[in-house]
């Protein structure tokens, strides 16, 4: 009888430690645990619930899609600032973007390398962790949307 290949270690280039039960990751490497309740807490909080809700309303379309010329529907809420890397603070705290699962996938893939992009109008800016307290503050003045 054939049997799949059972991958018991982390995806990450060079890793030797266990993967999480609900991703290819270590939990070094962004994987992730499931809580006793089944739930992650921080997606399961009604203020990201609220700003999902209002992310895909104004902007349904993946944004990296429409950098490209293409129009997919949007799926994903990106956290444009990797929430995980930065702190708690950062996951209400941070520019949002609409992604489909595709671009979505790509950006987590880019951020594992350092690479932090946000899409904006019809070009790709590309940001470090190190932007994230500068960015921020232009951002709440009103200087980048």
């Known amino acids: 009888m ?3 290949p059972s991958n018991s270690l982390c ?3 060079g890793c ?3 993967r999480s039960k609900v991703n290819s990751f270590c939990l070094d490497h962004g994987g992730m645990q499931h809580t006793n309740d089944g739930k992650d807490n921080a997606y399961s909080n009604p203020a990201w619930r609220t700003i999902r809700r209002i992310q895909l309303s104004k902007q349904p379309l993946c944004q990296s899609c429409l950098t490209k ?3 997919n529907s949007a799926k994903h809420i990106d956290h444009v600032f990797p929430w995980r890397q930065i702190g708690e603070q950062a996951f209400l705290h941070n520019i949002f973007q609409s992604l489909c699962h595709e ?3 790509y950006k987590t893939g880019q951020e594992r390398k350092g690479i932090i992009i946000q899409y904006t109008g019809k070009q790709e800016k590309i940001l470090s962790i190190e932007d994230y307290g500068y960015t921020m503050t232009r951002w ?3 200087e980048i949307i």
């Open 2 to 4: 054939p049997t799949y």
């Open 11 to 13: 995806s990450e280039l």
């Open 16 to 18: 030797k430690n266990p």
């Open 69 to 71: 010329g293409m129009v």
């Open 103 to 105: 671009c979505h996938s």
């Open 140 to 142: 709440q003045k009103g």
